[in-house]
């Protein structure tokens, strides 16, 4: 079973277009984060949710919009894409008493 | 903000040599992590030392942290071509449902 899933995997789409990325963990966590790897590989907290309540916003742009209906599931919706959103998105999990968070396996996206 | 900085960016060794690999970090932390990427992959967790810890072995590796100088190294040893990959460090704030802070990582090329 796997413990953070992300889908989809892969997402190639137009510029101007609006996407959803869908972040789902079966642990029981109750904060979920978003993480973006730019092409440089550099990795940095976009995201966190707390009992679906968002507890950090990292001066992301207001075209993304993370969303949580429920403590295992935290989406993140992204408006008008740019080309400089193209990147590999991680989700995490973690909770009180988790040393460690939990990754997804990453969402590659590629704006053209 | 970003406060991890692996040194080098770059290292290519030769199989059976051993690599080492430095991470720097500027606030206190509860712990402090190391992942590996492989190229177009996620992120494996391969080991934690806690901020109390000096030392930690797993396997062919080996983690050190010296808190006093915000600095924590990773020695793998005998590498293997599979070990090529992008490693990264990541810091776990005191606070626990923070984000990791992540550090810009270092390639490593194993040459067979």
């Known amino acids: 079973d796997t413990a953070v899933s992300q889908t989809p995997k892969y997402l190639v789409t137009q510029m101007g277009n609006d996407k959803s990325i869908k972040c789902e963990q079966n642990l029981g966590h109750d904060t979920m984060y978003w993480y973006k790897q730019d092409s440089k590989k550099f990795l940095k907290i976009m995201f966190s949710y707390n009992n679906k309540e968002l507890i950090i916003n990292e001066t992301v742009p207001n075209r993304f919009s993370p969303k949580s209906p429920d403590k295992a599931h935290l989406n993140l919706h992204i408006n008008s894409l740019e080309l400089g959103d193209s990147a590999v998105y991680f989700c995490?999990?973690?909770?009180?008493?988790?040393?460690?968070?939990?990754f997804g396996p990453g969402t590659r996206l590629l704006v053209l | 903000s970003q406060q991890g900085e692996e040194d080098p960016q770059a290292l290519s060794i030769q199989e059976g040599e051993n690599a080492t690999m430095n991470c720097s970090y500027k606030?206190?932390?509860?712990?402090l992590q190391w992942y590996r990427q492989n190229s177009g992959r996620g992120l494996v967790h391969l080991i934690l030392i806690r901020s109390n810890e000096r030392e930690k072995h797993s396997g062919r590796l080996r983690v050190t942290l010296d808190t006093s100088k915000k600095s924590s190294s990773l020695l793998i040893t005998a590498s293997r071509a599979a070990d090529t990959a992008s490693y990264f460090c990541a810091t776990a704030s005191v606070w626990g449902n923070t984000p990791l802070v992540f550090g810009k990582g270092t390639r490593l090329s194993v040459i067979a």
């Open positions: 606030t206190s932390i509860n712990n």
């Open positions: 995490a999990s973690w909770t009180s008493g988790q040393e460690t968070q939990y």
